[in-house]
C-alpha cells in the first residue's frame, strides 16, 4: 500500500473487541465538502501492497446484474458514486500531493465493490458531512455510503444497510502528557470533544453526565482541538484514535473501547435486490480473503495481530 506517512507503530488491539469481530471507525465526522472527486481508475487506484488483490479481485456475473436494477444502472453509467470521508487516516485519506488518490479500508473496499460491479476500480466520492448520509443516499446523489456508518434501526427506517463489514467501539484520547484520566468515569467532569452526529454524541452523556460536550464538525477539526487544549478529552472510534496517535505524539489512547458499535454499508431505501447484491459481494471478498488482506494493508499497520473475522452479515438490528 502507497506511503500514507503514518509511522508504522503497531499497537495492541484489546482482546474484548477482537470477540466481537473487529475494529473500525465509529461513525466518525467527515469532510463536509459536498463536490465529487475522482477516486479510482489510472495509475492511482490501488496501493502498491494490493495489486494484486485488486488484479484478483471477484467480478459478478452477468446473471447477478439485474434488468433495470441500481446494479445495472452504475454498470451502464461507468462508475460507483461513494459517499466517504478524505480525512480519514487508513480509512479513506486523500493524498495532497495527488487528489485523485484517496486509500484506506474503506475506500478499498468501495474500490473492490466498483471492480465487482463494473470490473475496474471506478468509483467517485462525495465527502458527506455526518447528517447529511442519508439524504444523499434518499436523492441518489451516491450509490452507496463507506463512512463508517453505525448500523441502527432508527437509520434503517430511513435507508438500508449491508453488512455488518466491521465492528468497533469509542475509545478515549487525551494529551500525551495527561495522566488524570485513564477510565471513562474520569470523563465526569471534564470538557469531552466529540464528532457531531456519532455515537460519542449520546455514549458521553451516558457514562459521564457531568461531562460538557463539545462537538466538531469533523475529526482533523477534534484533533486539533484536544492538542490545542480546547478539551480534555476526545472520544472517538478506537482505531482512528490509534492513527492519529500514530501521526501525533501529543495525543495518546487513554481509554479502550467502552461501546460496541457494527458498522455498514449504506445503500438506497427500499432496494432489497441492491443489499442481497452487495451482501453476497461482501461474503465473497470475506471468504476469499481479500477482505483481511486489505485490512491488513491499512488498519492493520497500526494495530498488533493478524486481520479480525468480519462480524456476520445481517447480525445485528438494522441489517
Known amino acids: 500500500m502507497r506511503d500514507i506517512r503514518l509511522p508504522r507503530r503497531r499497537l ?3 482482546t474484548a473487541v477482537l470477540a466481537t469481530a473487529s475494529v473500525a471507525i465509529a461513525g466518525c465526522g467527515s469532510s463536509d465538502s459536498s463536490d465529487a472527486v475522482p477516486g ?3 495509475d492511482n487506484e490501488a496501493a502498491a501492497g494490493l495489486d494484486a488483490v485488486y488484479e484478483d479481485a471477484p467480478v459478478a456475473d452477468d446473471e447477478l446484474i439485474l434488468p433495470e436494477s441500481t446494479m445495472a444502472e452504475i454498470k451502464e453509467r461507468g462508475v460507483l458514486r461513494v459517499a466517504a470521508a478524505l480525512d480519514a487516516p487508513l480509512l479513506s485519506q486523500q ?14 473496499l468501495a474500490k473492490m465493490l466498483a471492480i465487482y460491479i463494473l470490473g475496474e476500480p471506478n468509483i467517485e466520492i462525495v465527502p458527506p458531512a455526518s447528517e447529511t448520509r442519508e439524504a444523499l443516499l ?3 446523489t451516491v450509490d452507496v455510503v463507506f463512512n463508517t456508518y453505525t448500523i441502527t434501526e432508527e437509520r434503517d427506517e430511513q435507508i438500508s444497510f449491508a453488512g455488518p463489514y466491521f465492528t468497533s467501539g469509542l475509545a478515549v484520547a487525551v494529551a500525551a502528557d495527561n495522566d488524570d ?3 471513562v468515569e474520569d470523563l465526569d467532569g471534564r470538557n469531552v470533544i466529540v464528532g457531531a452526529n456519532t455515537p460519542a454524541v449520546t455514549a458521553v452523556p451516558e457514562v459521564a453526565p457531568g461531562a460538557e460536550v463539545t ?3 469533523t475529526d482533523p477539526q477534534a484533533v486539533q482541538a484536544l492538542v490545542q487544549g480546547r478539551g480534555d478529552a476526545y472520544v472517538q472510534d478506537y482505531t482512528l484514535l490509534l492513527a492519529a496517535a500514530a501521526q501525533n505524539d501529543d495525543i495518546k489512547v487513554a481509554v479502550q473501547p467502552f461501546t460496541e458499535e457494527p458498522y455498514g454499508i449504506g445503500l438506497p431505501p427500499q432496494d432489497p435486490d441492491f443489499k442481497d447484491f452487495v451482501n453476497t459481494w461482501l461474503t465473497e471478498i470475506e471468504d476469499d480473503g481479500s477482505w483481511a488482506e486489505i485490512w491488513e494493508a491499512t ?4 494495530v498488533e495481530g493478524d486481520a479480525p473475522t468480519p462480524p456476520e452479515i445481517g447480525s445485528v438490528p438494522g441489517s
Open 138 to 140: 434518499q436523492n441518489g
Open 12 to 14: 495492541p488491539l484489546i
Open 40 to 42: 479510482g481508475g489510472g
Open 181 to 183: 484520566i485513564t477510565s
Open 299 to 302: 488498519l492493520g499497520t497500526v
Open 95 to 108: 493524498d495532497p500531493s495527488s487528489p485523485d488518490d484517496v486509500e484506506g479500508f474503506d475506500i478499498d
Open 215 to 217: 462537538s466538531f464538525a
